[in-house]
């Protein structure tokens, strides 16, 4: 079952913007971290960006530092990923994903995936 919601993608030019959302789906997640995965064809699915249960602590991948922020709102349930200063490497099917409590880069560590959503980042 699709637990968790993405949207927000979609087709932009190099250096524009674009803010991802996550939101649940029958169940809340403010005890879990939530984290940020993306796919590009031909490539493994690559960690972007996580932030934990209580927005104590977030990671990120170095290829998006200084670009990317995750952010959280437990009231609203939602989770976000504010993408700046897009390229055209950023773009892939990105997935949001939650798992218990902290962060941590490995895909297989997550336990509730959505459905992804496509970002294309024009040259």
């Known amino acids: 079952q699709v637990q968790l919601v993405e949207s927000g993608g979609g087709l932009v030019q190099a250096g524009d913007s674009l803010r991802l959302s996550c939101a649940p789906s029958?169940?809340?997640?403010?005890?879990?971290?939530m984290g940020w995965f993306r796919q590009a064809p031909g490539k493994e699915r690559e960690f972007v960006a996580a932030?934990?249960?209580?927005?104590?602590?977030?990671a990120y991948a170095d290829s998006v530092k200084g670009r990317f922020t995750i952010s959280r709102d437990n009231g609203k349930n939602t989770v976000n990923l504010q993408m700046n200063s897009l390229k055209p490497e950023d773009t892939a099917v990105y997935y949001c994903?939650?798992?218990?409590?902290?962060?941590?880069?490995?895909?297989?560590?997550?336990?509730?995936w959505g459905q992804g959503t496509q970002v294309t980042v024009s040259s």
């Open positions: 994903a939650a798992r218990i409590l902290y962060v941590s880069r490995a895909p297989d560590e997550y336990n509730f």
């Open positions: 029958g169940r809340t997640f403010s005890g879990h971290a």
């Open positions: 932030v934990s249960w209580n927005s104590r602590n977030t």
